[in-house]
Nanobody
Framework: QVRVVESGGGLVQPGASLKLSCTAS????????MSWYRQIPGKERELVAS????????NDAGFLKDRFILSRVYGENTMSLYMYNLKTEDTGIYFC?????WGQGTQVTVSS
């Protein structure tokens, strides 16, 4: 059974940085596309960043690419999302997707 688990969410102040991590288990290889999505209250779920299985260039949501950086560990089904200069509007649930399997999400709250 494939399982994807996110970690690293929490409460931070505006301007702070946060690292989210994601690990998948139960997969038969390590060559999968990986993505981060987020669900902002009152908005549709949106793509934050993704990276294809061949390790090519990441695809970042244009409005986030200067602040959010996706990093994957090759040879493992593990990736991280580095978030800088967080804003209150970044508050939401962040989901990891590896090989088409979604995690349950981790809450990020940016508030003073």
């Amino acid at each position: 059974q494939v399982r994807v688990v996110e970690s690293g969410g929490g409460l931070v102040q505006p301007g702070a940085s946060l690292k989210l991590s994601c690990t998948a288990s139960g997969l038969t290889s390590t060559n999968y596309p990986m993505s981060w999505y987020r669900q902002i209250p009152g908005k549709e779920r949106e793509l934050v960043a993704s990276i294809p299985s061949d390790g090519g260039h990441t695809n970042d949501a244009g409005f986030l690419k200067d602040r959010f950086i996706l990093s994957r560990v090759y040879g493992e089904n593990t990736m991280s999302l580095y978030m800088y200069n967080l804003k209150t509007e970044d508050t939401g649930i962040y989901f990891c997707v590896i090989g088409g399997t979604w995690g349950q999400g981790t809450q990020v709250t940016v508030s003073s």
